[in-house]
């Protein structure tokens, strides 16, 4: 059992590139969430997907689109990359989308914006 | 969601148990306490929640104070893998799935 699994691990870009950052789950859960974390800083939610087909903003969307591929499936997408997303990426997963079901999380894509 | 206070930092002998504070004097009936984890810039690590009553896993114990104002984390017999940062989160209501995290508890497990 992987859990959750990001890809890639690490990433580099030029201001003004795009990339999209894939996460994947086999835990058969119905929701699933982008978050990034800054230096020194907490974890702030960027996008939340409550089940298969729907997606809602978080705390900092601007500069972000999101993809709710299939159940299992859930990307990332900076179409026009900026300095200030230079962060760390957490894909996280959980069960009902309720809050009596945890969040599991992958262990990040470390992005770079140059 | 209620904000939570923690310590910001906390030290802890290898092998006796670690007992970290979390204040949320603010919570609301329908707000469960939650902890996570982060060890060294890894995805943060699910640890234990709990609603009104005491909680224990393989894990940990959390112990939720009567008025639900404050509450415990305890890792019974804790290692040198222990040492993290530990976030304790309210959440529940209608922001769903907006965990919180604030700067949470290092804990620092000594030999």
């Known amino acids: 059992n992987a859990g959750v699994t990001q890809t890639p691990k690490f990433q580099v870009l030029k201001t003004g590139q795009s990339m999209t950052l894939q996460c994947a789950q086999d835990m058969n859960h119905n929701s699933m969430y982008w978050y990034r974390q800054d230096p020194g800083m907490g974890l702030r939610l960027i996008y939340y997907s409550a089940s298969e087909g729907t997606t809602d903003k978080g705390e900092v969307p601007n500069g972000y689109n999101v993809s709710r591929l299939n159940k299992r499936e859930f990307s990332l997408r900076l179409e026009s990359a900026a300095p200030s997303q230079t962060s760390v990426y957490f894909c996280a997963s959980s069960g009902q989308g309720n809050y009596n079901s945890p969040l599991h999380f992958g262990n990040g894509t470390r992005l770079t914006v140059t | 969601d209620a904000k939570t206070t923690q310590p910001p930092s906390m030290d802890c002998a290898e092998g006796r148990a670690a007992n970290l504070p979390c204040n949320h004097s603010?919570?609301?009936?329908?707000?469960?306490v939650y902890w996570y984890r982060q060890i060294h810039s890894q995805g943060p690590q699910y640890i234990i929640h709990?609603?009104?009553n005491n909680e224990t896993n393989e894990m940990a114990s959390l112990i939720i104070t009567e008025d639900r104002k404050s509450s415990t984390l305890i890792l019974p017999h804790a290692t040198l893998r222990d040492t993290a940062v530990y976030y304790c989160?309210?959440?529940?209501?209608?922001?769903?799935?907006?965990?919180?995290f604030g700067q949470g508890t290092i804990l620092t497990v000594h030999p």
């Open positions: 603010t919570i609301s009936g329908n707000e469960y």
């Open positions: 989160i309210v959440a529940g209501g209608t922001s769903y799935g907006k965990l919180t």
């Open positions: 709990g609603l009104k």
